[in-house]
C-alpha cells in the first residue's frame, strides 16, 4: 500500500501526502481506501481488495467525501473533485 500511495502522489502532484497533513481525521484504514480510490481502481476492485461489499465501497466513499467536505482543508475541493 505504500508502494501504491507512493505512485498516486508521484502522478497525482502529491496528493496523498496533502490528504494526510490536511484532513488528520482520517485513520489508516480510510487513507488506504484513498489510495485506491485515487489509482483510479473501480469499486469492484477495491471491494476485492479491502474484503469489503461493493455497497460498503460506495458508502465509505460518501462518508469519506463528508469528512472532507466538512473539514478546514485548504484543498478539499481537489480531494473531491479527484475522487469522481
Do not use: C
Amino acid at each position: 500500500v505504500e508502494r501504491l500511495e507512493s505512485i498516486v502522489n508521484d502522478y497525482r502532484g502529491g496528493l496523498m501526502t496533502l490528504l494526510r497533513s490536511e484532513v488528520p481525521q482520517l485513520g489508516v484504514q480510510e487513507l488506504r481506501f484513498m489510495a485506491f480510490v485515487y489509482a483510479g481502481f473501480s469499486s469492484k476492485a477495491i471491494s476485492i481488495f479491502m474484503q469489503e461489499s461493493v455497497g460498503n465501497v460506495y458508502t465509505k466513499k460518501s462518508r469519506i467525501k463528508g469528512i472532507i467536505s466538512r473539514s478546514d482543508a485548504p484543498h478539499k475541493e481537489q480531494f473531491i473533485e479527484a475522487m469522481n
